[in-house]
């Protein structure tokens, strides 16, 4: 297509190409245009705070693919996409919360990739512990935006005041989603 100029039509809004994961790709290739942001410090900077389930119903498969291994995908390719003026934290949870990656600038994709790759799903589910930290771990980050991303399967097994924690995100500007890992996410 590249070559010869015939066969292929791309369509996209403002979430697509590479918002939409054709950076890097084939896709990419056979376009004249780029997937990544030109004019990239106009962009301003992000904080990420990732929280992933390792609990042992992580290990289970969804649609054929082992749930944890659906979370850290989404890590590693939600990672990809920043630079160094931006920071990322990755925290995985069973019982308790461990730090995969402490809040850095992404310098080092690669390592930063490979540290989410060690990620193995084992024992309970305690999400708000790793909520809290996360939270802790990205208030202070020096950049325009913040954001957590939590994602799950399920239940937690210990108590926790969500309200009050999501108050304090929103005061200090932080905005945060939740990811279901699986069909059967509770």
Do not use: N
Request: aromatic letters at 6%; hydrophobic letters at 40%.
């Amino acid at each position: 297509v590249r070559d010869l100029g015939m066969g292929l039509i791309m369509v996209g809004g403002e979430d697509s190409f590479g918002p939409g994961g054709y950076l890097h790709t084939p896709v990419e290739q056979a376009l004249p245009v780029y997937m990544d942001l030109k004019g990239k410090k106009k962009i301003p900077s992000l904080g990420l705070m990732l929280v992933i389930d390792k609990s042992g119903s992580m290990s289970e498969t969804s649609g054929g693919v082992c749930k944890v291994e659906l979370a850290k995908e989404a890590a590693a390719q939600a990672a990809s996409v920043l630079d160094a003026r931006d920071r990322v934290g990755v925290i995985a949870f069973d019982d308790t919360a461990q730090w995969v990656v402490k809040t850095q600038a992404v310098r080092d994709l690669d390592a930063i990739q490979a540290d989410i790759g060690t990620i193995r799903a084992d024992g309970g589910t305690s999400i708000f512990p790793a909520l809290a930290l996360g939270y802790i771990g990205i208030k202070d980050v020096p950049t325009k935006y913040k954001h957590v991303i939590l994602l799950t399967d399920g239940m937690s097994s210990s108590e926790g005041d969500y309200f009050f924690l999501a108050r304090r995100m929103q005061k200090a500007g932080i905005t945060l989603s939740t990811v279901a890992v699986g069909k059967d996410a509770d």
